[in-house]
């Protein structure tokens, strides 16, 4: 009775990371020690409320079989840490769009099936929320299912560094429809932005003037592959964007992609250089190697997007949710710092703030 009914746009590494960690945590209740999960219960829900009843996707493998098989068929690589029954949700065909160029079809085929209906299959399936999680560079495909969303009257939580939730005429467009709408770009629950953002701050609050920093990455799964190829310029934008938020004065910062290693699989190695001064002018470095799994470094923010965006549902609350978009999406509507937006989030929960 109290489902979240979910619709998935785009079935990789996070994706099955999401519905694995479902299935993982279902018996997790708050109090028990549960590793990796900081949230048993979100906005008034469980783990075990969040329900998938439709799911799309474009290659061979995952279009036409049952989501259960769909999340490990290739090229995902996540690890499996679940195990999951079958699902009964058959993975559609959505339009390709630019969700798959000619550099991710090293790594997969486009499906032959034809196009599916997406509007009738999110409304004959009930669903509430979308979740895209469509490839980083994929601008064309997440506004279709973001319009598709708007046309089902279904709320819509983008994962993708594309700009929808915080593009002010888009958030209109869910506003004037009376639908909820988050993103942009999932927050890892500890990926290397939040690492150096807590970092900066850290050293902010200690004194130590931030001369100069960067941050790379080099991941083995398909969006690494996309990062490298077709999103690069974009997703350094992003994450500079995010990582700036923590500096009170300009200084010049990198974050970004910077390889795909076909080896590492789902992992990804992020590194960190910090150059700054302290008292009397003192020299400071930093040098830090993080190793990652990408899929379910997404999963927590994942399903407190979900369980908040119902809330926002049963409040009926409509336009685009800055509390939780700041709290968890690299490029929200209004950005501000982690510690601000998580108050955000409690002042939100507790009906003490509106969106
Ligand atoms: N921890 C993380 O992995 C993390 C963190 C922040 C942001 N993100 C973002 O989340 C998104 C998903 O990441 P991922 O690692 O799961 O990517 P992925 O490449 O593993 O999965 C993308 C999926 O979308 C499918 N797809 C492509 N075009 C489509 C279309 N037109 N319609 C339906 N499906 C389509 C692909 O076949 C694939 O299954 C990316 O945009 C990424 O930037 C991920």
Known sequence: MNGIKVALFGIGNCA???????????????????????????????????EFVAA???????????????????????????????????????????????KLQILTNISKASDDDVVKILKDSGAEIGVCLLPG??????????????????????????RIASDPEWAKKFEEKGIPLVGDDIQDQLGSTVLHRNILQLLVARGVKVDKS???????????????????????????????QDLPY??????????????????????????GRQF???????DIRMEVTDGPNAGPILMDAIRGTKLALKRGLSGALESISAYGFKMPPSPTTMYRAERWVEEFLLGKRKL
């Open 250 to 275: 300009d200084a010049p910062l990198v974050a970004g992609s910077s390889d795909f290693v076909p080896f590492m699989d789902n992992s990804r190695d992020s590194y960190f250089y910090i150059h």
């Open 280 to 286: 009397g002018g003192a020299p400071i470095k930093i």
């Open 137 to 162: 560079s994929a601008e064309e495909a997440t506004k279709f299912y973001a319009q598709a969303c708007l046309d089902a009257g279904v709320a819509f939580i983008n994962g993708v560094p594309i």
């Open 16 to 50: 099955s990371a999401l519905i694995q960690g479902v299935e993982y945590y279902k018996n997790t209740r708050a109090g028990d020690e549960s590793i990796g999960l900081s949230h048993p219960d979100f906005a008034g829900y469980h783990v075990e409320d969040i």
């Open 56 to 102: 799309f996707d474009v290659v061979e493998g995952k279009v036409g079989v049952d989501l259960s098989e769909a999340i490990f068929a290739d090229p995902n690589n996540v690890m499996r840490f679940a195990k999951i029954e079958k699902m009964g949700v058959k993975v559609s065909k959505g339009p390709v769009k630019d969700g798959i160029d000619e």
């Open 214 to 244: 960067y941050q790379l990455d080099v991941g083995g799964g398909a969006e690494s592959l996309d990062s490298h190829y077709r999103g690069r310029m974009r997703k350094r934008g992003v994450k500079s964007g995010a990582i700036s």
